[in-house]
């Protein structure tokens, strides 16, 4: 079983659409991020939840809209889709409740997002 | 603001060669340093951990020593193999509850 996993794999749109990307873990944690990582492998922190509830909003724009259904899922929502978001997005979880790192955090395998 | 530098890779090495991948960052607070590896197509795993100065963090032959008085926590490993073969990222901790990564440095090892 993947412990966090991530749907789509791969996303083509085109600028202007909106797109959802999921994100699921099955390891009972109870914090959920999102990274993300651009063409230069620069990997930074977007959001972060803690059991349905937001904690970090790193100063993104609000075209991205994240989504916690449940303490299992973290769902990303982009609006107006321009050719900077083109990256890949990485979910990630950590068991602590405030994500302390000296836990780890446990990646999913990512959602490449091209835009077109 | 708080960040982590790390050497720009590719780092391309023969098979059983020493590895060296430097990693430095800035000394706010107390962090904890990580290295973590990313293999082709997969999410970011964590290789191996310090949280205060002068530990040790090891894990599959890598170590990294936290050294405080240079602010840094470089990779090694004494004979690298083909299956090495990885983006590595640096990273610390920001307060309790967020972790900042370098850019990463992409291994090549070669038969």
């Known amino acids: 079983d993947t412990a966090v996993s991530q749907t789509p794999k791969y996303l083509v749109t085109q600028m202007g659409n909106d797109k959802s990307i999921k994100c699921e873990q099955n390891?009972?944690?109870?914090?959920m991020y999102w990274y993300k990582q651009d063409s230069k492998k620069f990997l930074k922190i977007m959001f972060s939840y803690n059991n349905k509830e937001l904690i970090i909003n790193e100063t993104v724009p609000n075209r991205f809209s994240p989504k916690s259904p449940d303490k299992a899922h973290l769902n990303l929502h982009i609006n107006s889709l321009e050719l900077g978001d083109s990256a890949v997005y990485f979910c990630a979880s950590s068991p602590h409740p405030v994500g302390n790192p000296n836990y780890g955090y446990t990646f999913g395998s990512g959602t490449r997002l091209t835009v077109v | 603001g708080d960040s982590v530098t790390q050497m720009e890779g590719p780092v391309t090495l023969s098979e059983e060669a020493f590895l060296t991948i430097n990693c430095t960052y800035t000394a706010t607070g107390y962090p904890s340093l990580f290295w973590y590896v990313q293999y082709p197509g997969e999410g970011l795993q964590l290789l191996l951990k310090a949280t205060k100065a002068d530990d040790k963090g090891s894990n599959k032959g890598f170590e990294a020593t936290y050294r405080k008085e240079t602010t840094s926590f470089h990779l090694e490993k004494g004979s690298v193999q083909v299956s090495d073969s990885a983006v590595y990222f640096c990273?610390?901790?920001?307060?309790?509850?967020?972790?900042?990564f370098g850019t990463g440095t992409r291994l090549q090892v070669f038969p």
């Open positions: 390891l009972g944690h109870d914090t």
């Open positions: 990273a610390r901790s920001i307060n309790t509850d967020k972790l900042i």
